[in-house]
């Protein structure tokens, strides 16, 4: 091989010493590998895989199917991150610009969406799409996923570019940051499209595309976010009244995080992942990168490839104290009666280096079972990367809309409207109905009731930032008593780590962008 290859490079030596002439023509070549602009948007087919290829940047590993999660996502007080270098820096709340990973990958990749949304919404028309309703569905669906964009971009980073569409000249490559109620209205804007827009559900191989109730459900979150209780209220009920969803029974809740069942009765909106083979890190191809590598960041530290992580204390203890046995045992790991690991293998056998870990770290041995592919078999049959890991996220499920329903009707003094929407979620679970409560107690049983029901779920977080509650569970000090970023030491300090860092990047490329507080 060697011999092989020192005589390529002295001939690939000779040949560019050689006296080169050739024409332009000669320069001038099509490349075979794409197709030109103008040649495409002819037909609902060019449409149709436009409107595919919005979808790849979310899926992919560099957003939703794995780096929001271990950057962002983990910095909830449910978890307690072992440290592991730059790789848990955000989320540990110890990252800064430049020294530390992932702020760059899940900035750049809903942007990508966002594009190829704004195309989308340029180029398809009454002469490339005539069918009026499959028209309005490929244009729902771009306003869909550019709202979806635009929602986590101003929940991660606060103030970021708003494009609405694709650049027409240099002016438009170096954009400045949009306030955030701009950002908002955009959201707002484009929910509220889609769901007119979007049929009210789909068939055969195009189940788990976005729904009329889909935006709908987006929508009233947006509002919720915003502390909009009664557009959000009016949002909620439309989701309700549609009928097009119910809660799962009991036996059958554990199956909303698994691979059996998806895009069941239950899910309103969910990301669809693939188990296959071909994997390629990050990479924005057809057929690679959407199978579910967050098993790396669910998964126990003897599992995981990085270093794991523990659930606190205190949600294991708010789900005893609530007599909770059906969230669960589809939510935590640890050691109650009829626990088991992966592949239905006994906890305490499956478990063995777990729990010796734990003790010598001196933590509770719990952990996360959601999305952690315990479903899919014995430990060794679940690839380390995840790869075989083929579990459909779901981003908003009925009993979280009833929730934030319930939400927002006890912000508008409606605490009957409430509870009976909370203890809608609370009958499914099996659980005690919470009955009698005023304002400010139903406002605590919605906080409590999102932990038992929502817990590993991505959703902690950010219900924290908005409640105003980030500092008083991981500041300094924490109302938990034992911080929940112990093993790390790190600690949420309020004006910084409400939203990352823009990536160092982004503001070198492009001296308009203006660094978060605190960086």
Partial sequence: ???YSKYLFIFIIALALLPISCSEDLLDQANNNTVATEAFWTDASDVEFAVNGMYHPITNTFFWGRIIHTGAMLRSDAFNVRPFGPNTAMSTFQGEPGASRWSTEIFQEPYKCIFRANKVLEN????????ADQRNAFIGQAHFMRGFAYWYLVNLYGQVPLITEAAKDESGFFPSQAEVSAIWAQIEADFMAAEGELPSAWDGDNAGRPTSGSATAFLGKSYLYQAKWADAEAAFNRVIDSGNYALLPAEQYGENFTEANENNIESVFELQFLGQSAFAWGVDIPGTGNMGNFHLDYSPPEKSLDQGHYINTWVKDLFEANGE???????????YEGSTGYGGVPFKEDFVKELELAASEGMDSIYTRKYAGMDIGVRDAVEGLGTNVGTNWRLIRYADVLLMAAEAANELGKTDDAEALLNQVRDRAMVDQKT????AGMRQAIIDERVLELTGESHRFFDLVRWGLADDYMGATSLHGDHPKSLSGGVFQEGKHEYIWIPASEITANSNLVQNPGY
């Fill in 124 to 131: 398809v028309n009454a002469d490339n799409v005539p069918d």
């Fill in 1 to 3: 091989m060697k011999k």
């Fill in 436 to 439: 009698g409560m005023d304002a």
């Fill in 325 to 335: 046995t059906v969230r669960r045992d589809a939510t935590l790991a640890y050691d």
